[in-house]
């Protein structure tokens, strides 16, 4: 496949010294921080987070979660109604955004439209008063590790989307700030630009080492570029974690569904004794689960890999009819129906950002409908009838009423996963 | 038309000879009735056209005919020979008029677009608390008229002993201005992106070096609609010129005025006057007019 003319040329040059930071990274801590907007909206309530120096956090959540609010707050764009604010050692609560030393990269890139290229660029560095030859070395630096030196003269105008995001990230590394913070930089670009750009960013963060706030609504793009996962929904930090962690331990219903692609499964199964039940199928509970010996109603989540085609290990195994077969190459998504009742809460609805009876029309009937994941090697046609495996071990349970995980945390959690 | 309910013909629809050229005809819709409308239009238009231009023309052919040309009766004959002596005899008389409402209009013009720029920015991307209360309040003196506020603006020029030459009438320009100028400002800035502001605070500029690195830059066209404004405003103004200055200082509008004045008017003098006094507007809009029209649509239509 030919590279496409807008990826950064940083590949291109492993050896070249990169414009490092030359200071220590600093850590940023949020402190009880709320926001709460003139007519009593709160879009960020009471969110405490410490990132570490040098590390990039991801904030995660559906629109209108406050990540975005935060991310403004740490830059000063934004007072807080309550909590403090330091980056590094210092409080930077009621710090203007010029005197934070934070850069930031925006959603619409934020180019000047009558700059060229190089002041664009040399702009923060010739407002903190940097001598004109160091402001030359340093955008010339950076122009070079990010392919830009032959548009240096071109004004925003005249430069292509992912042009104009190189530039809007250039603006940001030739700063040298203690943090970047980063408002979706790349939502505005194609979707093919968006997965190199990500991988680019990536390797970027590790070169430079500055510590980096990233602000996203993709969680695919939270979970490969954050060292460390910040989940947000109505204003409330949900799970801050590896991602890993947030993958196989969710606190809630919300992050197990926010979390993974595709989502995970959830249907209305029912705990007697030391095994879990739904649509006739009887599945034993996972050794030491805090759930044995309880008669209760659950919300029973399973990822879409969990599955096996056949019967494997002595695993439970369900019949099912496939209704959709999506075949994506080296492997197919097999879609199906449950007979039990589908689970349709507010958590679950966040997590996909769908209205009460968005999907209503295209699922008629209130049963439950399962996505697997399975690899292409037996054949799976539409209709016919086959067995599928599940591990009893990567079961997730969650309370019906307050959507909080039951069973296995990840202290308890089992390593066979 | 006559579409019947029978099938069509199947061989004589009217091609035209499908020769080498008609293959690179661009093939256009249009309606039946087109030559016929497209007609009657450039009748029309041509039309108002000339009534809207007849005062132009009188105006034209009268400052080049000599004072036993010029009668009512003879209004539209043309004259005998384009003698520009009309334009000499009256240009002295124009001149020091000419000079001071230069001197007074390029100022008020400039200052006016200036702050009103900066007021402009304030109120839509600086807000402060009242801002909403403040502009309402700065538009209203879009509404006030000349007459109401003449004699205490001559008794406050005099207070601040501006009464009499081009400073005061320049304030006064400046002060009747910036309504319209705010107006057409905060309207500017409002269509621009937030995050552009926020940028550069990130980037390190405070409000004054935002406004004059990352602003004013940006607002190019509406400074180009708000000094025609302001200029064509200041140089056609009659009233303040009178009041406010002194005989030394009178502007065009004073001067071209006193061509026409007298027992008997001068026709041809007048409207010699009067299109010499008429250039420098012109020339403002010709020079400044792509930006005019530009910085007219780009709040509408979002860059």
Redesign the interface.
């Known amino acids: 496949m030919p590279v496409p003319p807008d990826v950064p040329a940083v590949t291109t040059a492993p050896g070249a010294t990169v414009a490092a930071a030359t200071q220590e990274p600093s850590g940023v801590e949020l402190v009880n921080v709320t926001k709460r907007f003139k007519g009593g909206v709160e879009a960020v309530k009471d969110v405490s987070l410490s990132v570490r120096p040098g590390e990039f956090v991801a904030l995660v959540g559906p629109s209108g979660c406050g990540k975005s609010t935060v991310l403004r707050m740490i830059a000063g764009l934004e007072e807080v109604s309550a909590g403090r604010i330091r980056i590094g050692v210092r409080d930077v609560t009621t710090d203007l955004p010029q005197h934070r030393d934070v850069a930031m990269v925006f959603q619409s890139y934020a180019l000047y439209p009558r700059m060229s290229v190089r002041r664009n660029l040399g702009f923060g560095l010739r407002m903190r008063r940097t001598e004109k030859a160091e402001r030359n070395r340093r955008v010339a630096e950076v122009a070079d590790v990010l392919g830009l030196e032959h548009l240096l003269e071109r004004r925003p105008g005249a430069l292509s989307g992912g042009q104009r995001q190189r530039v809007a990230m250039g603006r940001a590394i030739v700063r040298e700030p203690r943090v970047f913070l980063m408002d979706e930089p790349l939502s505005n670009l194609d979707a093919k630009l968006r997965v190199s750009m990500r991988a680019q960013l990536s390797l970027l963060h590790k070169r430079l080492g500055v510590t980096t706030v990233y602000v996203t609504h993709d969680q695919v793009e939270a979970m490969t570029l954050g060292q460390r996962v910040a989940v947000l929904r109505d204003g409330v930090l949900q799970q801050f974690d590896t991602p890993q962690r947030l993958f196989r331990y969710p606190v809630n219903l919300f992050v197990a569904a926010f979390i993974g692609s595709p989502s995970m499964n959830f249907v209305q199964a029912r705990v007697t004794d030391s095994s879990v039940s739904f649509s006739g199928t009887r599945i034993p509970l996972p050794a030491g689960s805090p759930l044995a010996g309880t008669d209760r109603s659950v919300i029973l989540g399973v990822r879409p890999t969990a599955f096996t085609a056949g019967s494997a290990n002595g695993w439970p195994t369900l019949q099912v009819v496939p209704e959709v077969v999506e075949e994506l190459g080296d492997e197919r998504y097999v879609i199906f129906d449950v007979d039990a009742p589908r689970v349709d809460t507010e958590e679950t609805r966040a997590a996909v950002d769908a209205e009460a009876a968005d999907d209503a029309l295209l699922l008629p009937e209130d049963r439950a409908r399962f996505t697997v994941r399975l690899p292409t090697d037996p054949p799976i046609d539409v209709g016919q009838p086959v067995s599928l495996a599940l591990n009893p071990n990567r079961l997730y349970f969650f309370d019906p009423e307050s959507g909080a995980t039951l069973g296995p945390t990840p202290e308890q959690g089992s390593g066979e996963q | 038309m006559t579409t019947t309910a029978t099938p069509p013909p199947p061989a004589p629809v009217a091609v035209p000879a499908a020769g080498p050229d008609a293959a690179h005809l661009p093939v256009r819709i249009r309606s039946r009735w087109a030559g016929y409308t497209t007609t009657a239009r450039y009748i029309t238009l041509f039309a108002l056209v000339c009534m809207f231009l007849l005062p132009v023309y009188v105006l034209l052919i009268t400052a080049f005919k000599d004072l036993a040309q010029v009668s009512p009766s003879r209004m539209w004959e043309w004259p005998d020979s384009l003698s520009l002596d009309t334009y000499r005899t009256v240009w002295p008389k124009l001149q020091d008029g000419f000079r001071n409402s230069l001197a007074m209009a390029i100022p008020a013009a400039l200052i006016s677009s200036f702050l009103g720029a900066a007021n402009g920015f304030v109120l839509s991307k600086w807000r402060f608390p009242g801002a909403d209360i403040v502009f309402p309040l700065i538009l209203f003196g879009m509404f006030i008229p000349y007459q109401a506020i003449l004699i205490p603006m001559r008794q406050a020029m005099s207070d601040l002993h501006l009464l009499g030459g081009l400073n005061g009438l320049i304030l006064a320009h400046v002060i009747y201005g910036l309504p319209i100028t705010t107006l057409i400002f905060r309207s500017y800035f409002t269509s621009i ?1 937030d ?2 502001i ?9 409000m004054i ?1 935002t406004f004059l ?2 602003a004013l ?2 607002a ?1 066209p509406a400074f180009a609609v708000s000094v025609i404004w302001q200029f064509t405003s200041a140089w056609n103004d009659f009233l303040f010129g009178l009041v406010l200055t002194n005989p030394d200082h009178w502007p065009v509008t004073v001067a071209l005025n006193n061509v026409a004045g007298g027992q008997v008017v001068p026709y041809h003098e007048a409207m010699a006057a009067a299109l010499l006094a008429s250039i420098p507007t012109l020339l403002v809009y010709i020079l400044m007019g792509r930006f005019f029209m530009r910085g007219l649509m780009a709040g509408a239509l979002k860059g």
Request: no cysteine; glycine share 12%.
């Open positions: 992106s995050e552009l926020d940028a550069a605070q990130v980037d390190g500029a405070g070096r690195f990352v830059p940006i190019v």
